[in-house]
């Protein structure tokens, strides 16, 4: 059935929306005082493996803000689990006994999504949450973002074992990806099938590859990722951080169809625009630390995004990335308010 | 008088070296099992501040391996005494009373350099203490990185309050990148009296700012100061990072004269001969995680590092960013031995 809020849905497919939508990269966060509420008693593993509190935090910001789409709350490495990895949060994401040789990727076991029920199910249950109010977007990681962390078993900085691993066994990176890249696909199927509108794929760490790097390496599992979501007939948002310049080494090669292009705030919008072209829907790209500065600023910046995006098919609203956890609400109700009326 | 080595000065001055010349970023520093003995006894402030300390670190690389050249071990907020804005390092730098307002920004004393005067002696030791082996480069930060900092108060990821300056106070921001574009320049002058064979300016957080905005509010300071700079007479090296976005940016823009142009290791070198063109000195941009592979792929990747500088006017071999602290030093012993080859 479809959200009595299209606007969200019409952007994505290049139709014009009844206004201008807008939702917000990592909206169901520390930065709303319920969100906290919540955590104060549950931690965050067992918010994202228990559906009915994953919907309640993936609701709370279109309870409090008019926005234009839900975003499921998850995690990106909750896929780790169709591969029996598993991952503790302290508070960064730790893998105990991480890939880093061609031999520890030789013995991943298949991939079986349905380790991932819970996710599913949390889609199911955010759905009935939203009661049809707005859009539910789905989401996974990027085949290489994922990786990084399975071969690095921690955030980092640095990429060196990715790296070493990418440089010195190409076999064994290509395989992992390509494993990654099938579990992913098969991820975003089955939450659509559960009831999500829409999914997004995250590739937070585009930027920590050369781009001509991530073009060769990283990019073709994304973009069959891609391929197969957009086969399902959602629309699609590829958010692939790195800027301008890993903007420009895949620009070429994005899949058709349903496609929105999720851009970062280290690209000009309208430089986006260009180096995509102007029959792509993009998406983002206000600085996250806009939200800090006085209101004024606020909206002269998020109008910013606004022209920048007036030559391109269609634009959804986002920041260029998650908000930060110190962002006050009220800062962010303006904003939405802003870019209804613009 | 001309140092015995002479392969870095003359590539800086697009003349035939008698060899590649090679030195890395960070090469006196926590890698090194004789630095990390000094500083068992000295702290971080001590080491800067003690000419005949500081000497003895910057020559420690240049006994170990076949460099060709010699950096100032020194730090990059060492200018902030030209303004009596004392920093602790806790380890990263800390400032009690960062510039977040106008009225902060306003209330800054003149520039006095002479307050600097423990890094110019420091240059005079380190000169006496190589003895003519090898050039000698000095170096200051670029007025946005050192801002960024006296903004910030501290390292920061997400340059919250010296964007919201940028954003919010434009004629603050214009004065404080001023005032330091001038001390800088003054800084480095000094430097060169002192013996300084080179300098090179760090803009660390180049990539922090959308391109745009780097090139219209912090590269006319930079630029100011590199002009300044060639000014006295010695090569000089503008080393900013953010990748082929902002070499783009500022590409048609650069000075003139004996002018080297730093790469990161997030461009292919090639892309970036290209962008900067073949008229250019260019230094770089092994990835410093390529150190931590084994032996047959460092090589290969500083064979792809030679092989895309090959079109530009010269070439100084050099990382793409500063050493990682657990690098092993006998892969630099061989990188050095295997750039000599080539």
């Not at 792509?280 to 606020?298: K, S, T």
């Amino acid at each position: 059935m479809a959200p009595s809020n299209d606007a969200f849905l019409a952007a994505c497919r290049g139709r014009s929306p009844s206004r201008r939508p807008i939702w917000i990269m990592r909206q169901a966060g520390r930065y709303l005082p319920e969100y906290r509420a919540v955590r104060a008693k549950t931690s965050f593993e067992t918010l994202c493996r228990t559906p009915a509190l994953a919907a309640e935090v993936t609701v709370q910001p279109i309870e409090r803000f008019d926005l234009d789409a839900a975003i499921l709350f998850s995690d990106i490495l909750s896929i780790a689990d169709a591969f029996g990895i598993e991952v503790r949060f302290d508070p960064g994401p730790k893998i105990e006994r991480p890939l880093r040789t061609a031999a520890d990727v030789a013995i991943l076991p298949p991939a079986d999504v349905a380790a991932c029920a819970y996710v599913f199910e949390a889609v199911r249950a955010c759905v009935e949450r939203i009661g049809g109010r707005v859009p539910l977007i789905g989401f996974a990681g990027a085949p290489w973002t994922v990786a990084s962390y399975l071969v690095e078993g921690a955030g980092t900085r640095t990429f060196r074992h990715a790296k070493v691993l990418l440089w010195s066994e190409p076999d064994a990176f290509d395989h992992l990806l390509h494993v990654l890249a099938e579990a992913t696909a098969a991820y975003l199927e089955a939450q659509v099938r559960a009831g999500a509108d829409a999914v997004q794929v995250f590739e937070s760490w585009g930027g920590a590859l050369r781009p001509d790097l991530y073009r060769a390496r990283a990019w073709p599992h994304l973009r069959r990722v891609l391929v197969r979501a957009l086969a399902t007939g959602v629309p699609v948002i590829a958010f692939v951080r790195g800027g301008e310049a890993v903007l420009r080494a895949i620009a070429d090669d994005l899949p058709e169809g349903d496609l929105v292009v999720g851009i970062d705030h280290d690209v000009a919008m309208s430089a986006a625009v260009s180096i995509v072209g102007r029959d792509r829907v993009v998406q983002g790209n206000l600085d996250p630390m806009a939200l800090f500065a006085p209101r004024a600023v606020l909206e002269a910046e998020a109008q910013a995004v606004l022209d920048g995006a007036c030559g391109a098919r269609g634009h959804i609203f986002n920041l260029g990335h998650g908000i930060s956890k110190d962002t006050d609400p009220e800062q962010v109700a303006a904003l939405v308010d802003f870019v209804h009326r613009a």
